[in-house]
């Protein structure tokens, strides 16, 4: 599974305001702002004009790109793979597994678990053997000294496996989402079908990334 975190979103306000630079129609702004708690409500002239500029498409609604959002994700590096597709209206710090490697602890709750349901074939205790065997090489680089320990670290990080979960620290634009949404919201790994989703849908105004308006 992959752990979304949010930990900001912003630029509802302004993006709102820059809305309306094109026909001039500030007298129209109507999205308030909380003092107290910081919250954005968009107003209804707001909404409504917010609403039809997405339906008109990437083109109209260059709004959504100054809507951000900073989340923590958990995820297998095969999962990262995938997302490293999206290279415009993102950022992230990730982990390093080559700075760290030496001293991660390899545990079950670091893997996305392989799964073979129906079958004899036990891959679970092969998975766990092969942790153990990560453990090992740690150990004996642990063991080794200059060049050597560099040479053990290079083989530890080669024998990393894709289900290894890696944490990036992300920020990208409700733009982005929505082409993620569009593109993902059926895909074959959970991680995007179930878990991607299901946070993208917790996210203040989701209606912008899902285009699932009220009639």
Request: glycine letters at 4%.
């Amino acid at each position: 599974m992959a752990k979304f975190e949010t930990l900001k979103v912003t630029g509802f306000y302004e993006a709102m305001w820059g809305m309306r630079a094109p026909l001039k129609s500030y007298n129209k702004f109507d999205t308030k702002t909380n003092n107290i708690t910081g919250t954005v409500t968009i107003g209804p002239n707001d909404y409504k004009l917010a609403k039809s500029l997405w339906l008109g498409g990437t083109e109209h609604r260059k709004y959504l790109r100054q809507i951000w959002v900073w989340a923590d994700i958990y995820a297998p590096r095969f999962w990262w793979s995938e997302y490293d597709t999206y290279r415009i209206g993102t950022a992230a710090n990730s982990e390093s597994t080559m700075h760290k490697i030496l001293k991660e602890d390899f545990t079950e709750d670091e893997f996305e678990w392989p799964r073979f349901e129906n079958s004899d074939w036990d891959i679970e205790a092969e998975f766990r053997n092969y942790l153990d065997l990560l453990k090992t090489v740690r150990d004996r680089a642990n063991m080794c000294s200059g060049q050597d320990k560099e040479r053990m670290q290079q083989i530890l990080k080669s024998m990393l496996p894709e289900s290894f979960i890696q944490k990036r620290s992300v920020n990208l634009n409700y733009e982005t989402l929505a082409t993620m949404y569009r593109q993902r919201k059926n895909h074959r790994l959970p991680q995007w079908r179930e878990d991607f989703v299901s946070w993208v849908e917790t996210l203040p105004y989701s209606e912008f990334i899902t285009g699932a308006f009220d009639e």
